[in-house]
Structure formats: C-alpha cells, structure tokens
T-cell receptor, first 111, second 118 residues
Framework: KAGVTQTPRYLIKTRGQQVTLSCSPISGHRSVSWYQQTPGQGLQFLFEYFSETQRNKGNFPGRFSGRQFSNSRSEMNVSTLELGDSALYLC??????????FGSGTRLTVV | AQSVTQLDSQVPVFEEAPVELRCNYSSSVSVYLFWYVQYPNQGLQLLLKYLSGSTLVKGINGFEAEFNKSQTSFHLRKPSVHISDTAEYFCAVSVSLSAGGSNYKLTFGKGTLLTVNP
C-alpha cells in the first residue's frame, strides 16, 4: 500500500512570506500529526488532526496552523515566515497510538 | 506529562562491534514505545516497537530492544553493526491522552547519532 506522501520535498521562501505544506496519509488512517525538526530543538510536535478536527496542539505560535480534509489529507500553513522556521517538517499518519508512519518530509529554507 | 531521555547524543563504534543506544522515559500512565531511524534528508523509519507482551522486541536490520518497566527504559541493541547503520536514532513514547484510549500523543527523545567507523 502507498505510504505517507509529503509535498513538496524542498522549498525556499523569503522572510515574511507564507507557505503551505501537504501530507497525504496512508489510506484508512484518520490521524495526521505534524512535527518540526531542527538541529537545535530536535523533533517538536506541532499539532494533530483527526477526522478534520485539531485534536492536539503543541507549543507553537499562531503563525503555524493546519487543517484536514474529508479524505484525511492534511495541510499545514506557516504565515509571516521567519529565519528560525527553517526546518524539516514531518508528518505522520496513524490509526491509533500503537503505530505511526512518517513521510519523507518537506525541507523548508527561509532566506 | 511524558518525556523521553536519550542518554547519549553521539555514539561512535567500529564496524562489527556491538552497540547499545540508551533510552529512558517518564510517564504516569502506560506507554507504547518506539525506535525510529533517520538517514540524512529522509523521514523516520520504524525499527521496532513495544506494545505489550514479551519485553524483548526484535526489529528490522538486526536490531532489538528490551522494555524494562521498573527502570522505565527501552534500550536499543545490535550485536554487530555495519557501516550502513550510520544514522540518527530516535526513541519515542506514545501516551493516551484520554480515558477511552483513542487519543494519543507521540513524544520523541533528542536523538542519538550512531557513527560506524571502518
């Protein structure tokens, strides 16, 4: 079966712009979680969507937002980009808490 | 709240030597435990997981881990490493946030960079 698909793989944006990242989960998985990975902070939880509702949220500013569609595909949006937003953004799909499958990530560079 | 501590940020070893990557966690409720591997510029690949039952879990690429509830540890081991095992390894715990058990949160440790030298 198809894995978790994240698009695009790479992005370069300018400070102040906004960006949208996409994640298509494994078919049948209703939960999609997003993580930010940086060398200094490691893997930090952004938020989780389940059945089109944000179920859990990490400690990130309101510039970071997301949504989930009826087919479980999820998008995350970052507005007013800052240099510190440069990171690898990973999404994971799951059926429940006993298994998470990750995508290859989107590498965002803010210049 | 749950937390995960990976005790070593870097572990250098020689090829064909054994290795142990240490992981301790804290949680007031029962957990599911995972080890993931990440190669450069890639996502996370599941190595193994502990859900219940036997405390010794075998995973892919010859890795295994042992769940120790009393010591709240889940150390990863491999008896003989290869150059291709060079990567970053992450320990993670999944904890239920609701009584019904359908709402979970996955928390990661900071990672251990395993470098296998010839």
């Amino acid at each position: 079966k198809a894995g978790v698909t994240q698009t695009p793989r790479y992005l370069i944006k300018t400070r102040g712009q906004q960006v949208t990242l996409s994640c298509s989960p494994i078919s049948g998985h209703r939960s999609v979680s997003w993580y930010q990975q940086t060398p200094g902070q490691g893997l930090q939880f952004l938020f989780e969507y389940f059945s089109e509702t944000q179920r859990n949220k990490g400690n990130f500013p309101g510039r970071f937002s997301g949504r989930q569609f009826s087919n479980s595909r999820s998008e995350m949006n970052v507005s007013t980009l800052e240099l510190g937003d440069s990171a690898l953004y990973l999404c994971a799909s799951s059926l429940g808490g006993n298994g998470y499958t990750f995508g290859s990530g989107t590498r965002l560079t803010v210049v | 709240a749950q937390s995960v501590t990976q005790l070593d940020s870097q572990v250098p070893v020689f090829e064909e030597a054994p290795v142990e990557l240490r992981c301790n966690y804290s949680s007031s409720v029962s957990v599911y435990l995972f080890w993931y591997v990440q190669y450069p510029n890639q996502g996370l690949q599941l190595l193994l997981k502990y859900l219940s039952g036997s405390t010794l879990v075998k995973g892919i690429n010859g890795f295994e881990a042992e769940f120790n509830k009393s010591q709240t540890s889940f150390h990863l081991r491999k008896p003989s490493v290869h150059i291709s095992d060079t990567a970053e390894y992450f320990c993670a715990v999944s904890v239920s946030l609701s009584a019904g058990g359908s709402n979970y949160k996955l928390t990661f440790g900071k990672g251990t960079l395993l470098t296998v030298n010839p």
